[in-house]
């Protein structure tokens, strides 16, 4: 319940942070940060996407090379 609570709050908080008409202002910070990592999150799902595909490549070879030691026994 608590943790509810607390993010209910922390969205209350980014919304009224990021909104053009409040104090904080943070609107163009939030967007130049959003611009700024964009490209190293890409970068970084990239290379987990990479590494997934090498490792499904892996499996695939070694369940082959398992089902061919089974057909021959």
């Avoid at 104090?23 to 964009?38: E, H, M, T």
């Amino acid at each position: 319940m608590l943790s509810i609570i607390l993010g209910i709050i922390f969205i209350g908080f980014t919304v009224f942070a990021i909104l053009p008409g409040c104090p904080l202002n943070w609107g163009a910070d939030v967007i130049a940060f959003l611009k700024g990592s964009l490209p190293c999150f890409a970068a970084f799902v990239g290379l987990i996407c990479f590494f997934i595909g090498a490792a499904d490549i892996k499996d695939k070879k070694e369940a082959k090379k398992e089902d061919s030691v089974k057909s021959e026994e």
